[in-house]
Nanobody
Framework: VQLQASGGGLVQPGGSLRLSCAAS????????IGWFRQAPGKEREGVSC????????YYIDFAKGRFTISRDNAKNTVSLQMESLKPEDTAVYYC????????????WGQGTLVTVSS
């Protein structure tokens, strides 16, 4: 059972990135999938989550209106589309799978680095 986050990179302020969370060994649509991030010197924080049952989405305030979480069940992936990126969005982004958004997560991916800089 593995989760792998990908899609990070260097982007200029105002730019966009699409992160992807892929699963092997289990079906993502059975789980709530959360995206988290950890900036240097800061604690990990939640970014967004999509529930496993009805696809309800949740966003932390800084992500509302800029980030969009979505599922592609055919590909067994969950994506996080990030727009209007700011330098303060620079962090390692992680995806995680659990039974419910906001509860304990059972599986974590290894993280992908997003750097927003000119």
């Amino acid at each position: 059972v593995q989760l792998q986050a990908s899609g990070g990179g260097l982007v200029q302020p105002g730019g966009s990135l699409r992160l992807s969370c892929a699963a092997s060994g289990f079906t993502l649509d059975d789980y709530a999938i959360g995206w988290f991030r950890q900036a240097p010197g800061k604690e990990r924080e939640g970014v967004s989550c999509i529930s496993g049952k009805d696809g309800t989405t949740y966003y932390i305030d800084f992500a509302k209106g800029r980030f969009t979480i979505s599922r592609d069940n055919a590909k067994n992936t969950v994506s996080l589309q990030m727009e209007s990126l700011k330098p303060e969005d620079t962090a390692v982004y992680y995806c995680a799978a659990g039974r419910l958004c906001g509860r304990e997560y059972d599986y974590w991916g290894q993280g992908t680095l997003v750097t927003v800089s000119s």
